[in-house]
């Protein structure tokens, strides 16, 4: 039972007792007024000579009686006790009503479209469920505002990125009518363009996917084995670039996760050291295990590093920093969105003297 309960309880009660007290004053002074008019009775009786046959007995312990008292019919006490009653009803439909009747207020604020409703500061002292009720509504708008903020700034991010190869595209169509001899070129660059935009439109919505939750089935995935092909892989697009690719060892480890998913995730982190690698340099990939069944993978490179007030902003999507290079800012986002949907984390970290680490956290499979 919460304080609202008990504060019901008081305020009910109290008219209660209120009510009772003053129905018993009521009765206890008609009867003394009935009892004074008895003795006056009697007393006009004595007076008058009546035979005693006629008197009316006496009341028991007439004798120690005090006075009679000889108050009138309680009217006004009677008028009193309704009027504290009624004070007493209206002060709990107040209590009760007017968070209420502000809290209505405030969702149809935030039905009509504005999100900067806030009640919690109009409860006042207030320390019951009523209270929690308004605060839990401004985090409530103040997580609406961020998602909306959120899915404004994706469709501003998106539609930037696709009007560059759209006008590319365009430009290609036009110079490809304007110059028919050069139209192997022209049709090569639509192609490319047509790639990068399929490329985007991909990676969109895999992020939409991991947002929404849809498409996580999870699984129990050997480790060893997921970073043994991703490895493979790795190694045969940093010979291009003149990179070293550096495991020592891959333990054998189960985590519970999506493997298409995974695999992804840390594709995408271990191409972004492979592109900020300089020629020559070496990306090592450790993999250890931490305490609480859980296991980190470790993906380090030897390029410029990232600023420290950016170090979370990399894993916001579409943010590629003061080089941006290839890609969209997108790579990082997912692997956090993989990472976040199995209960795990990923974070990164400045190495000493340069470069970047990049740690992802998972817990390991209930099976090992």
């Not at 840390?266 to 250890?288: D, H, Q, W, Y």
Request: some cysteine; hydrophobic content about 45%; charged content about 25%.
């Amino acid at each position: 039972m919460g304080r609202l309960f008990w504060k019901f309880f008081l305020f009910i009660w109290l008219a209660q007792v209120l009510g009772a007290v003053g129905t018993g004053f009521v009765f206890w002074l008609e009867r003394q007024s009935f009892e004074a008019r008895i003795e006056q009775h009697i007393e006009t009786n004595s007076e008058a000579g009546a035979p005693p046959e006629f008197r009316p007995p006496p009341f028991p312990g007439d004798r120690h009686r005090p006075p009679p008292s000889r108050l009138s019919p309680p009217v006004p006490v009677l008028i009193a006790g309704l009027l504290a009653s009624l004070f007493c009803a209206a002060g709990l439909a107040w209590y009760i009503a007017k968070p209420i009747r502000q809290l209505r207020g405030a969702f149809e604020a935030v039905a009509a479209g504005n999100l900067e409703a806030k009640i919690g500061g109009s409860m006042g002292r207030r320390r019951d469920e009523l209270a929690d009720l308004g605060h839990d509504f401004d985090r409530m708008t103040s997580q609406l505002r961020a998602l909306m903020d959120g899915q404004r700034r994706l469709l501003h991010d998106v539609s930037h990125e696709l009007r560059s190869p759209l006008a590319r595209l365009h430009a290609a169509i036009g110079l490809a009518r304007q110059q028919p001899a050069r139209m192997e070129n022209s049709l090569q660059r639509i192609e490319r363009e047509g790639e990068r935009m399929n490329r985007l439109v991909g990676e969109l919505l895999t992020l939409s996917r991991l947002e929404a939750g849809v498409g996580m089935v999870l699984e129990s995935v050997d480790l060893a084995e997921l970073l043994g092909d991703l490895l493979e892989d790795a190694r045969f697009e940093a010979t291009a670039r003149n990179v070293a690719v550096d495991c020592q060892n891959l333990p054998n480890f189960k985590v519970r996760a999506n493997g298409e998913l995974l695999h992804r995730a840390i594709e995408n982190v271990m191409r972004n050291a492979l592109r900020f690698s300089p020629a020559g340099a070496t990306v090592k990939l450790e993999i250890s295990a931490l305490a609480g069944e859980r296991c980190q993978i470790a993906i380090a490179d030897q390029g410029p590093g990232v600023p420290e007030s950016e170090l979370d902003a990399i894993f916001t999507p579409f943010f590629r920093g003061a080089d941006p290079g290839e890609g969209y800012g997108l790579g990082l986002a997912i692997a956090r969105r993989v990472l976040a949907a199995v209960n795990g984390n990923i974070y990164a970290e400045n190495r000493l003297g340069h470069g970047l680490r990049v740690v992802m956290e998972l817990p390991l499979s209930a099976q090992d």
